[in-house]
């Protein structure tokens, strides 16, 4: 696969660690959720470059500095039959938004999507997101509102799993 957007989008490597966990940290205090992020440098390295990676990444770089970040895992489509990708975290730095920086991370991911025949790619954005929201539709991306989000965690999910 010829990668046309390394220019400032590449796929991540173990030294972007820490810089991407400071990124997943700014998308979590945006979110205004800081003190729900939990991520460390060494879960995010096992996860992103462990003996069985589950996580996979690209980031985006200005003048040497990784300033932006897509975060991703394998899903999978039972009705088409093929994987897909569902983005867990896109972030570009605010000094960097505006830039084609966000773009150019979700171009990286609809290409792998196409080189390996991937049925889609999916995300969620809050509700209140509209820049995020706005910037989604621009490129063609559908709301599935129809659909709503669950979650178990912490106890419940301790609780039902026991």
């Known amino acids: 696969m010829t990668e046309w957007w390394t220019n400032r989008v590449r796929r991540v490597e173990p030294g972007d660690v820490a810089a991407v966990v400071g990124l997943v940290r700014e ?3 945006y979110e205004k959720a800081l003190e ?3 991520l460390t440098p ?3 390295r096992t996860a992103l470059f462990g003996a069985a990676p589950a996580l996979f990444g690209h980031v985006a770089e200005v003048d040497g500095a ?3 970040c897509a975060l991703w895992f394998l899903n999978f489509s039972t009705w088409e039959g ?3 990708i569902y983005l867990e975290d896109l972030y570009v730095q605010r000094a960097h938004r505006g830039s ?3 773009r150019e991370l979700l171009a990286a991911l609809a290409a792998v999507c196409v080189e390996r025949g991937y049925a889609r790619l999916e995300w ?3 509700d209140w997101n509209t820049p995020s929201i706005g ?3 621009s490129i063609g991306a559908v709301s599935m509102d129809e659909w709503t989000t669950f979650r178990l965690s912490g106890e419940p999910l301790a609780s039902l799993g026991a």
């Open 27 to 29: 998308l979590a205090e």
């Open 36 to 38: 729900q992020c939990l």
């Open 42 to 44: 060494e879960q995010l």
């Open 66 to 68: 990784v300033v932006g």
């Open 82 to 84: 093929v994987h897909g």
């Open 100 to 102: 084609g920086l966000g």
């Open 124 to 126: 969620s954005v809050l």
């Open 135 to 137: 910037f989604y539709r």
